[in-house]
Protein backbone atom coordinates (compact mmCIF):
# COMPACT_ATOMS: atom_id res chain seq x y z
CA UNK A 1 0.00 0.00 0.00
CA UNK A 2 1.39 3.53 -0.58
CA UNK A 3 3.02 4.92 2.11
CA UNK A 4 3.26 8.92 2.92
CA UNK A 5 4.01 10.03 6.48
CA UNK A 6 4.80 13.51 7.50
CA UNK A 7 6.94 15.31 9.82
CA UNK A 8 6.31 16.86 12.66
CA UNK A 9 2.30 15.58 13.33
CA UNK A 10 1.86 19.26 15.14
CA UNK A 11 3.29 21.78 16.01
CA UNK A 12 2.76 25.28 17.63
CA UNK A 13 5.22 28.05 16.05
CA UNK A 14 5.22 32.09 16.75
CA UNK A 15 3.68 34.80 14.96
CA UNK A 16 7.26 35.87 11.90
CA UNK A 17 8.72 32.19 12.57
CA UNK A 18 9.97 30.02 10.17
CA UNK A 19 8.29 27.07 9.73
CA UNK A 20 9.03 24.03 7.58
CA UNK A 21 6.73 21.15 7.23
CA UNK A 22 8.28 17.87 5.73
CA UNK A 23 6.83 14.70 3.52
CA UNK A 24 8.31 11.71 2.60
CA UNK A 25 6.76 8.98 -0.26
CA UNK A 26 8.23 5.64 -0.56
CA UNK A 27 5.45 4.97 -3.42
CA UNK A 28 7.87 6.39 -6.25
CA UNK A 29 5.13 8.63 -7.44
CA UNK A 30 6.51 11.71 -9.50
CA UNK A 31 3.81 14.23 -8.47
CA UNK A 32 3.43 15.35 -4.97
CA UNK A 33 1.33 17.52 -3.42
CA UNK A 34 0.75 20.27 -0.49
CA UNK A 35 -2.89 21.02 0.75
CA UNK A 36 -4.60 22.96 3.95
CA UNK A 37 -8.02 21.94 5.32
CA UNK A 38 -9.96 24.34 6.98
CA UNK A 39 -13.67 23.62 7.62
CA UNK A 40 -15.74 24.69 5.39
CA UNK A 41 -13.19 25.07 2.56
CA UNK A 42 -12.35 21.52 2.46
CA UNK A 43 -8.72 20.38 0.85
CA UNK A 44 -6.93 23.53 -0.59
CA UNK A 45 -4.02 23.05 -2.85
CA UNK A 46 -1.31 25.07 -1.94
CA UNK A 47 2.34 23.90 -4.26
CA UNK A 48 2.79 20.59 -6.16
CA UNK A 49 5.41 19.10 -7.93
CA UNK A 50 5.91 16.56 -11.24
CA UNK A 51 9.66 15.38 -9.94
CA UNK A 52 12.94 16.17 -8.61
CA UNK A 53 13.25 19.91 -8.84
CA UNK A 54 9.91 21.13 -9.68
CA UNK A 55 7.63 23.12 -7.68
CA UNK A 56 4.11 24.55 -8.64
CA UNK A 57 1.71 27.24 -7.23
CA UNK A 58 -1.57 25.65 -6.14
CA UNK A 59 -4.62 27.84 -5.22
CA UNK A 60 -3.53 29.23 -2.61
CA UNK A 61 0.20 29.65 -2.70
CA UNK A 62 0.80 33.36 -1.13
CA UNK A 63 2.99 32.84 2.11
CA UNK A 64 4.23 29.28 1.55
CA UNK A 65 6.87 27.82 -0.65
CA UNK A 66 7.70 24.46 -1.48
CA UNK A 67 11.15 22.40 -2.06
CA UNK A 68 11.36 19.24 -3.88
CA UNK A 69 14.67 17.98 -3.43
CA UNK A 70 14.49 14.54 -4.93
CA UNK A 71 11.52 12.14 -5.82
CA UNK A 72 10.78 10.81 -2.15
CA UNK A 73 11.05 14.29 -0.30
CA UNK A 74 8.74 17.70 -0.44
CA UNK A 75 8.80 20.23 2.05
CA UNK A 76 6.25 23.34 2.61
CA UNK A 77 8.11 26.18 4.14
CA UNK A 78 6.30 29.03 5.73
CA UNK A 79 9.18 31.77 5.93
CA UNK A 80 6.82 34.39 8.60
CA UNK A 81 4.13 32.47 9.64
CA UNK A 82 0.98 34.11 10.62
CA UNK A 83 -2.02 32.70 12.48
CA UNK A 84 -4.03 32.57 9.65
CA UNK A 85 -1.91 29.74 8.74
CA UNK A 86 -3.21 27.98 11.18
CA UNK A 87 -4.43 24.95 9.88
CA UNK A 88 -4.22 20.96 9.68
CA UNK A 89 -1.64 20.51 6.62
CA UNK A 90 -1.31 17.45 4.00
CA UNK A 91 0.79 16.09 1.67
CA UNK A 92 -0.19 13.73 -0.76
CA UNK A 93 1.03 11.43 -3.37
CA UNK A 94 0.09 10.25 -7.07
CA UNK A 95 0.66 9.51 -10.44
CA UNK A 96 -0.07 9.97 -14.01
CA UNK A 97 -1.95 6.78 -14.79
CA UNK A 98 -4.30 6.07 -11.77
CA UNK A 99 -5.56 9.76 -11.07
CA UNK A 100 -5.66 8.89 -7.01
CA UNK A 101 -4.04 10.63 -4.42
CA UNK A 102 -2.69 9.19 -1.55
CA UNK A 103 -2.23 11.73 1.69
CA UNK A 104 0.03 11.67 4.68
CA UNK A 105 -1.80 11.31 8.17
CA UNK A 106 -1.54 15.36 8.45
CA UNK A 107 0.06 17.93 10.39
CA UNK A 108 -1.53 20.30 12.88
CA UNK A 109 0.00 23.66 12.83
CA UNK A 110 -0.81 26.65 15.61
CA UNK A 111 0.84 29.80 15.34
CA UNK A 112 0.28 31.81 18.31
CA UNK B 1 -11.82 28.19 -13.14
CA UNK B 2 -13.38 24.58 -12.49
CA UNK B 3 -15.54 24.19 -9.16
CA UNK B 4 -17.08 21.65 -7.11
CA UNK B 5 -19.85 22.16 -4.95
CA UNK B 6 -21.64 20.30 -2.21
CA UNK B 7 -24.86 21.68 -1.01
CA UNK B 8 -24.93 19.82 2.65
CA UNK B 9 -21.98 20.60 5.22
CA UNK B 10 -24.00 18.46 7.53
CA UNK B 11 -25.94 15.19 7.20
CA UNK B 12 -27.57 13.34 10.22
CA UNK B 13 -29.37 10.20 9.98
CA UNK B 14 -30.53 6.59 11.44
CA UNK B 15 -28.73 3.74 11.04
CA UNK B 16 -30.00 1.64 8.16
CA UNK B 17 -31.63 4.72 6.35
CA UNK B 18 -30.60 5.37 2.67
CA UNK B 19 -28.39 8.65 2.04
CA UNK B 20 -27.48 10.84 -1.17
CA UNK B 21 -24.59 13.41 -0.94
CA UNK B 22 -25.11 16.19 -3.78
CA UNK B 23 -22.12 17.09 -5.50
CA UNK B 24 -21.81 19.64 -8.75
CA UNK B 25 -18.98 20.87 -10.79
CA UNK B 26 -18.18 23.00 -13.36
CA UNK B 27 -15.49 22.49 -16.14
CA UNK B 28 -14.88 23.20 -19.42
CA UNK B 29 -12.72 19.96 -19.71
CA UNK B 30 -13.66 16.49 -19.36
CA UNK B 31 -13.84 15.57 -16.09
CA UNK B 32 -12.58 13.02 -13.83
CA UNK B 33 -14.54 13.25 -10.70
CA UNK B 34 -13.80 11.00 -7.47
CA UNK B 35 -15.34 11.17 -3.97
CA UNK B 36 -12.94 10.80 -0.70
CA UNK B 37 -13.75 9.77 2.36
CA UNK B 38 -12.02 10.88 5.65
CA UNK B 39 -12.41 9.35 8.92
CA UNK B 40 -11.99 10.98 12.28
CA UNK B 41 -8.41 12.10 13.05
CA UNK B 42 -7.23 10.12 9.23
CA UNK B 43 -6.26 10.89 6.02
CA UNK B 44 -8.07 11.10 3.62
CA UNK B 45 -8.60 7.92 1.57
CA UNK B 46 -10.06 7.65 -2.02
CA UNK B 47 -13.48 5.71 -2.09
CA UNK B 48 -15.09 6.15 -5.67
CA UNK B 49 -13.98 7.73 -8.72
CA UNK B 50 -15.11 7.68 -12.57
CA UNK B 51 -14.80 9.53 -16.26
CA UNK B 52 -17.90 7.97 -17.76
CA UNK B 53 -20.68 9.11 -18.82
CA UNK B 54 -23.84 7.46 -17.26
CA UNK B 55 -22.20 4.67 -15.83
CA UNK B 56 -22.68 3.65 -12.28
CA UNK B 57 -19.88 2.90 -9.93
CA UNK B 58 -19.56 0.92 -6.57
CA UNK B 59 -17.00 0.58 -4.32
CA UNK B 60 -17.81 -0.89 -0.06
CA UNK B 61 -21.66 -0.09 -0.61
CA UNK B 62 -21.37 3.47 -2.05
CA UNK B 63 -22.09 4.01 -5.37
CA UNK B 64 -22.53 6.77 -7.87
CA UNK B 65 -23.00 8.31 -11.19
CA UNK B 66 -21.41 10.59 -13.50
CA UNK B 67 -24.22 12.72 -15.22
CA UNK B 68 -22.42 15.19 -17.67
CA UNK B 69 -25.64 16.52 -18.63
CA UNK B 70 -26.08 17.62 -15.43
CA UNK B 71 -22.96 18.27 -13.62
CA UNK B 72 -23.31 15.85 -11.16
CA UNK B 73 -21.74 12.98 -9.32
CA UNK B 74 -24.05 12.50 -6.16
CA UNK B 75 -22.86 9.57 -3.64
CA UNK B 76 -25.62 6.86 -2.50
CA UNK B 77 -25.78 4.87 -0.32
CA UNK B 78 -28.69 2.11 0.42
CA UNK B 79 -28.33 1.18 4.17
CA UNK B 80 -26.03 3.69 6.12
CA UNK B 81 -23.89 2.08 8.76
CA UNK B 82 -22.64 3.49 11.82
CA UNK B 83 -18.89 3.06 10.64
CA UNK B 84 -20.01 5.20 7.48
CA UNK B 85 -19.83 8.59 10.13
CA UNK B 86 -17.42 10.72 8.49
CA UNK B 87 -16.61 13.63 6.14
CA UNK B 88 -17.03 12.98 2.41
CA UNK B 89 -15.48 15.19 -0.37
CA UNK B 90 -16.37 15.71 -3.54
CA UNK B 91 -13.23 16.25 -6.22
CA UNK B 92 -12.76 16.89 -9.79
CA UNK B 93 -9.43 16.62 -11.92
CA UNK B 94 -10.47 18.32 -15.12
CA UNK B 95 -9.42 16.08 -18.05
CA UNK B 96 -7.76 13.80 -15.93
CA UNK B 97 -4.60 16.22 -15.52
CA UNK B 98 -2.87 16.32 -11.85
CA UNK B 99 -4.73 18.82 -10.16
CA UNK B 100 -7.48 18.04 -7.81
CA UNK B 101 -10.38 20.06 -7.40
CA UNK B 102 -11.97 19.81 -3.77
CA UNK B 103 -15.38 20.11 -2.52
CA UNK B 104 -15.80 21.67 0.87
CA UNK B 105 -16.99 18.74 1.95
CA UNK B 106 -20.17 17.20 3.86
CA UNK B 107 -20.05 15.52 7.14
CA UNK B 108 -22.25 12.38 7.66
CA UNK B 109 -23.12 11.26 11.32
CA UNK B 110 -24.66 8.06 11.83
CA UNK B 111 -26.97 7.79 14.80
CA UNK B 112 -28.04 4.25 16.33
Known amino acids: EAAVTQSPRNKVAVTGGKVTLSCNQT?????MYWYRQDTGHGLRLIHYSYGAGSTEKGDIPDGYKASRPSQENFSLILELATPSQTSVYFCASGDWDSYEQYFGPGTRLTVL | GDSVTQTEGLVTLTKGLPVMLNCTYQTTYSPFLFWYVQHLNEAPKLLLKSSTDNKRTEHQGFYATLHKSSSSFHLQKSSVQLSDSALYFC???????????FGAGTKLTIKP
Open chain 2, 91 to 101: ALSPDGNEKIT
Open chain 1, 27 to 31: NNHNN
